[in-house]
């Protein structure tokens, strides 16, 4: 199985050495997305213009890879502080609806000078 590398500049740069998405089959493996703007700068602000950037980049790089985040199966949510938590989900249920959101799991994590990540699995029709 052949697998389709996804890098758009209309979406922050990968932080390191790895795609911003892998097609393979009808999947869309959408690594890790930052409050990174295209340029590569970090977006500074409180909790929601973070989290708000983050969810774009995810949606523009779906995009690029053929599909949209109401094709997601599955997201992981990374939070530097849980506190932040109510606040995520409501940007969630934004970007991903509330019919039918996709599974997730939510961590707390110790994020390097940002305060959210997020990465994704998402179905592509062929």
């Known amino acids: 199985m052949d697998k389709q590398i996804i890098m758009t500049d209309q979406a ?25 703007r295209p340029d590569g700068t970090r977006v500074e602000g409180g909790f929601e213009a973070q989290a ?3 969810f774009e980049n995810l949606k523009v790089v779906a995009e690029a890879a053929g599909t949209s985040l109401d094709h997601a199966v599955r997201v992981g949510v990374y939070l530097r502080d849980f506190a932040d938590f109510d606040a995520m989900n409501v940007l969630f249920a934004e970007y991903f609806g509330s019919s039918a959101p996709p599974a997730r799991t939510t961590l707390e994590a110790p994020l390097p000078g940002f305060v959210i990540e997020i990465d994704a699995v998402l179905l592509r029709g062929e």
Do not use: D, H, K, M
């Open 12 to 36: 922050g740069p990968p932080g390191g050495p790895y795609s911003q998405a892998v097609v393979a089959g009808n999947l869309v493996f959408c690594a890790g997305s930052t409050p990174t």
């Open 52 to 54: 708000r950037a983050t």
